[in-house]
């Protein structure tokens, strides 16, 4: 039995296991509600079903998406006990595709049920820690309010992430790090909104519930207008980028394809979240200053003399100049500016050399250098996968970083090889309609 097939069994084990303890959860443990309060119950998991049907999708595809349904779900957990609360995360949290047969039975199951699962334990807490369900007195509660919310995420996200790092073979922490360190806070963020939830059904009852549709709905409108206007920022610098790249069609998706490689390489360091969307930016802008460099250098067909070197190399001062205007960038404008220093210091424009160099242009250097030799330019053919990584491994130490270049290696492997087909189809095409035009 090969080592695939062994990940598969141990993922089918865990997954059922989750399955199978969810399950047995909410038989065991059935809401506990008396029929004065069953309205109450039915109209915050009805909140939690609208906010579920409409997530908000998070900047950069491959993090999902995120609702503000855990406000009325923990609103639940403070009023009515882990019954109550276990039910409502299984069933409140349903969503169109998969009551429509679009998610395989299995993946609902274990999605329904791990949070089914991460609500009732967050209740037993709430209770152990001195919570009395029914009753809000923030004062002599807060502590155990709080408690709840952590186990609940900490179990809904322990679950998940021990799942995915089971099916892509990779650690539990490098997933929870890249996918799914920014929820805990988001949980905490909503457990005010579920407090003031539950307070207003005890203080005016279902009607007053039915009231407080409205903020949750301005919550949900104000963080997808911040999300919006995150991605409409990075839409635009994309963007700028193609217009520039357009001058010449040899170098078209370069920033995109630098931008995916040097992420994926600070993903394998480790770095944060935040360190990882300023390197986007700063790999999307990071031939900006190209436009100060007259047509006649820039796409010129062969090997540039001293002087036409000279004046191409001015372009990371000039980028840096465009993009110091952009406030959000900050410090990552030094990002621009030395991406072409080396790691022994005999790069330019100030010839800094190993730690001087900010970290992000390190990273951007080996990525750019990569795409450069992998791309194929009217001078000269573009080399292999396997010539390019010998050289990247050559210059180690030298030209680059030595761990930038070995975390580059391991975390880009499959999709280089694959651009790399890719590039040369498209570069061939646009030859040839060049010369078609001429």
């Not at 539950?198 to 999300?227: C, D």
């Not at 390019?388 to 070995?406: M, N, T």
């Amino acid at each position: 039995m090969n080592s695939s097939s062994q990940k598969q069994i141990v993922l089918k084990i865990y997954v059922y296991a989750v399955i199978s303890l969810g399950i047995a959860f909410l038989v065991l443990v059935p809401p506990s509600i008396d029929l004065l309060h069953w309205s109450g119950y039915i109209v915050l998991i009805l909140f939690t079903l609208v906010a579920e049907a409409y997530p908000i999708s998070l900047p950069g595809s491959d993090r999902g998406t995120v609702s503000v349904s855990f406000a009325p779900l923990f609103a639940i957990l403070l009023l009515f006990g882990p019954g109550a609360a276990a039910w409502a995360g299984a069933v409140g949290t349903i969503r169109k595709r998969e009551i429509l047969g679009k998610v395989a039975l299995e993946k609902v199951l274990f999605n329904r049920v791990q949070l089914g699962l991460a609500m009732g334990l967050g209740s037993f807490v709430y209770i152990a820690l001195g919570g009395i369900p029914g009753t809000i007195d923030i004062v002599a509660q807060l502590g155990p309010m709080i408690m709840a919310g952590l186990v609940v995420s900490v179990v809904n996200i322990g679950t998940v992430t021990f799942a995915l790092a089971l099916v892509e073979g990779k650690s539990f922490w490098q997933i929870w790090f890249y996918n799914f360190k920014w929820m805990t806070p988001h949980f905490l963020a909503l457990i005010p909104l579920g407090i003031i939830f539950a307070s207003v059904q005890l203080a005016v009852g279902t009607a007053g519930t039915l009231m407080f549709a409205a903020p949750l709905v301005i919550a949900r409108y104000s963080f997808k207008l911040y999300m919006d206007m995150r991605e409409v920022h990075l839409s635009t610098m994309r963007a700028l980028i193609s217009a520039i790249e357009a001058r010449d069609p040899y170098t078209s998706g370069h920033s995109a394809r630098v931008t995916r490689y040097a992420v994926n390489t600070a993903r394998a360091m480790n770095l944060r979240d935040d360190f990882c969307e300023k390197l986007t930016l700063v790999c999307l802008l990071h031939d900006i200053g190209k436009i100060g460099v007259p047509d006649s250098i820039l796409l010129n067909r062969g090997i540039l003399n001293d002087e036409e070197f000279s004046i191409i190399a001015e372009h990371p001062r000039i980028g840096a100049r465009i993009v110091s205007q952009i406030e959000s960038m900050g410090e990552d404008v030094a990002a621009i500016l030395h991406h072409h220093e080396r790691y022994d210091g005999d790069g330019y424009p100030d010839g800094l050399a190993e730690k001087d160099i900010p970290l992000s242009s390190r990273i951007l250097a080996v990525a750019d250098t990569f795409d450069a030799m992998t791309s194929r330019r009217p001078y000269r053919d573009a080399v292999s996968y396997e010539e390019a990584v010998a050289e990247l491994i050559r210059c180690s130490g030298g030209q680059f970083d030595p761990d930038v270049v070995k975390a580059f290696l391991k975390a880009n492997e499959s999709i280089a090889e694959d651009d790399h087909s890719d590039i040369l189809e498209i570069q061939l095409r646009a030859e040839q309609e060049e010369q078609e035009s001429s």
